[in-house]
T-cell receptor, first 114, second 111 residues
Framework: GAVVSQHPSWVICKSGTSVKIECRSLDFQATTMFWYRQFPKQSLMLMATSNEGSKATYEQGVEKDKFLINHASLTLSTLTVTSAHPEDSSFYICSAPVDDNTLHFGNGTRLTVT | QKEVEQDPGPLSVPEGAIVSLNCTYSNSAFQYFMWYRQYSRKGPELLMY????GNKEDGRFTAQVDKSSKYISLFIRDSQPSDSATYLC???????????FGTGTQLKVEL
């Protein structure tokens, strides 16, 4: 079945540094990928839509200069959290559509900013 | 009003019980409804999806949509400890696979 691979699964970084998270579709191509953030005991909140070969579309309230998204190929999207701060600590999850109505998710990246 | 509302639980049931998980939604135009299961520290896994009203069954799981009351349900029969997870309802609320999730209901099935 369709697999979405996300790396790393967890990362700890110091405040002010940048962290890159990768999302790959392993056996299918994805012109679009989605990035979500999930705080403890809360739901997934869509941050942005990553579009292969063009700019990402950000949801209201999400800083595009802080959360840089690059979708350089049909199987890879990256999210870079720039100048990370403790309030950016969260669970970041990517997803890719397998068909018109089905999204498969990666296993998430737990980011802790100290 | 939120687009999708879900009771966060936690919900604790004995093994073998029938579990009922529910969500309500606000926009009658929504057509596609999904249920995801999320284990701790993992990404969500698609369980089932339904289109429009009616029931859909897959093994021990049944998804039900009542568009007249804007209410969706997931039933789990003969619940097992391995079913312990957070269950999220999700609705396709826009074009291009845009999903809106409920807060998730944390389920614990006890021996």
């Amino acid at each position: 079945g369709a697999v979405v691979s996300q790396h790393p699964s967890w990362v700890i970084c110091k405040s002010g540094t940048s962290v890159k998270i990768e999302c790959r579709s392993l056996d299918f191509q994805a012109t679009t990928m989605f990035w979500y953030r999930q705080f403890p005991k809360q739901s997934l909140m869509l941050m942005a839509t990553s579009n292969e070969g063009s700019k990402a579309t950000y949801e209201q309230g999400v800083e595009k200069d802080k959360f840089l998204i690059n979708h350089a190929s049909l199987t890879l999207s990256t999210l870079t959290v720039t100048s990370a701060h403790p309030e950016d600590s969260s669970f970041y999850i990517c997803s890719a559509p397998v068909d018109d109505n089905t999204l498969h998710f990666g296993n998430g990246t737990r980011l802790t900013v100290t | 009003q939120k687009e999708v509302e879900q009771d966060p639980g936690p919900l604790s049931v004995p093994e073998g019980a029938i579990v009922s998980l529910n969500c309500t939604y606000s926009n009658s135009a929504f057509q596609y409804f999904m249920w995801y299961r999320q284990y701790s520290r993992k990404g969500p896994e698609l369980l089932m999806y339904t289109y429009s009203s009616g029931n859909k069954e897959d093994g021990r799981f049944t998804a039900q949509v009542d568009k007249s009351s804007k209410y969706i349900s997931l039933f789990i029969r003969d619940s097992q400890p391995s079913d312990s997870a957070t269950y999220l309802c999700a609705i396709l609320t826009g074009g291009g696979n845009k999903l809106t999730f409920g807060t998730g209901t944390q389920l614990k099935v006890e021996l």
